[in-house]
């Protein structure tokens, strides 16, 4: 059974920094990729970033240069480093996993797996 835990969301002021962490149980990271969604209110869930074989990543172009994803494999926990963080950051951030075989993309109906999300508010 596949489980994707989020942690680390909060409430931060603009320009500060949040680590969310993605930690898995069922699977292996390290033969999988991961990505990260969020879904403010009234929106669709939009892609964020996600890592391949380890190593490779891709973010959005709303987030390039601020937030960092990578994986520890040892714990099997991926993580988004979010840094100077704007208001229109704020939404409930998710993490995914593909089936088996499966691969990341930019669209959520390429995961299976989803974790329960967990909230992060930017205030000004």
């Not at 999988?32 to 490779?56: H, Y």
């Amino acid at each position: 059974q596949v489980q994707l835990v989020e942690s680390g969301g909060g409430s931060v002021p603009a320009g500060g920094s949040l680590r969310l962490s993605c930690a898995a149980s069922g699977f292996t990271y390290s033969r999988n990729c991961m990505g990260w969604f969020r879904q403010a209110p009234g929106k669709e869930r939009e892609w964020v970033a996600l890592i391949t074989d380890s190593t490779n990543t891709l973010y959005s172009n709303s987030v390039k240069g601020r937030f960092t994803i990578s994986q520890d494999n040892a714990k099997n926990t991926v993580y988004l480093q979010m840094a100077s963080l704007k208001l229109e950051d704020t939404a409930m951030y998710y993490c995914a996993a593909p089936g088996t075989g499966g691969y990341c993309t930019m669209r959520p109906e390429t995961y299976n797996y989803w974790g329960q999300g967990t909230q992060v508010t930017v205030s000004s």
